[in-house]
């Protein structure tokens, strides 16, 4: 093992991932895995060992270590693969590892913490089995659509049945999308006539109740004038009543003044019934000589 770690010793340069790669405990794939990157994440590179390129990085708020063959930095403008030849061009320091050091600073919460004795005494060293991949090349003058032709040509045949399975999955989209319009539709048709029909409702309520209205005021005038009339008629009844008594009253009183003074009546009952000119009334004795 080497003799430790010193990420401080310049500024974390910004780095990105070209595809889903483990983010290891340690510059081996033999170290436990800490988490996956995902392709084109993007990652702080605190520096890369000088034996194997190996980098210890940053994402999200973890660290450990990924090969640089799945990691790019912007060199010159270009993404560039992370190489020693790189490292000073691009301010990324030389640093060494150390399991003690490394994992009390980063990994006291992991289950592995409890066995970096075996991983201090491991010898297997930082070297991976699996080959390097070549080292890109640049054609400056050549555009970039234009480099990845070849592959792009080579990939059409795969990514054909994905472009069908992308027009039957439209089309199908379309053809719902289509249902789900005309559906919308109907339901707008159908509540605009409900609409319509409780507004025929309402009017027809207000008018009922317009009518129902006018009846009862019409049945209370009606209501009005034939009490009024009863009341007339009592009040009319009542006076002829009163006339009646005071006839008959008068006609008694006649009749008792009549019994008492039989004579005088007689001469009161010729007065009346003679005219003064002299004519006789129908009936009257007189007129019989």
């Known amino acids: 093992m080497a003799v430790g770690l010193f990420p401080s010793l310049a500024a ?18 033999r170290y436990p ?16 060992l000088a034996e194997v390129p190996w980098c210890d990085v940053s994402f999200r708020y973890g660290r450990g270590w990924v090969a640089g063959r799945y990691l790019q930095t912007i060199y010159r403008e270009r993404r560039v693969y992370l190489a020693p030849e790189y490292y000073r061009p691009l301010g990324i320091p030389t640093v060494t590892f150390d399991v003690d050091t490394y994992w ?28 390097l991949p070549p080292r890109p090349r640049w054609e400056p003058d050549r555009p970039r659509w234009e480099a990845d032709r070849p592959r792009w040509e080579q990939d059409r045949p795969r990514r054909e049945p994905d472009r069908q399975n992308w027009e039957r999955d439209r089309q199908q989209n379309w053809e719902r999308d ?67 008594r005071g006839e008959r009253e008068m006609r008694d009183r006649d009749r008792q003044n009549w019994e008492g003074n039989p004579e005088r009546d007689g001469a009161d009952r010729a007065r009346i019934r003679r005219p003064e000119n002299g004519a006789c009334m129908p009936g009257d004795p007189a007129c019989a000589r």
């Open 12 to 29: 974390a340069a910004s780095g990105y991932s070209t595809a889903n790669v483990n983010m290891r405990s340690g510059p081996s794939t």
């Open 33 to 48: 895995a800490v988490t996956v990157i995902p392709a084109g994440a993007s990652v702080e590179i605190h520096g890369c």
């Open 178 to 244: 289509r249902e789900n319009r005309e559906r919308d539709r109907m339901n707008r048709e159908r509540d605009r006539e409900n609409r319509e029909l409780d507004q025929r409702n309402r009017d027809l309520d207000r008018q009922n109740r317009e009518r129902d209205r006018q009846n009862f005021e019409r049945d209370n005038r009606q209501r009005e004038w034939d009490n009024h009339q009863r009341d007339r008629d009592q009040r009319g009844g009542d006076q002829r009543e009163r006339d009646y």
């Open 104 to 131: 009390t600073r980063n990994y006291r919460s992991r289950d592995f913490y409890r066995e970096r004795d075996y991983w201090r005494e491991w010898r297997g060293g930082w070297r991976d089995d699996r080959p």
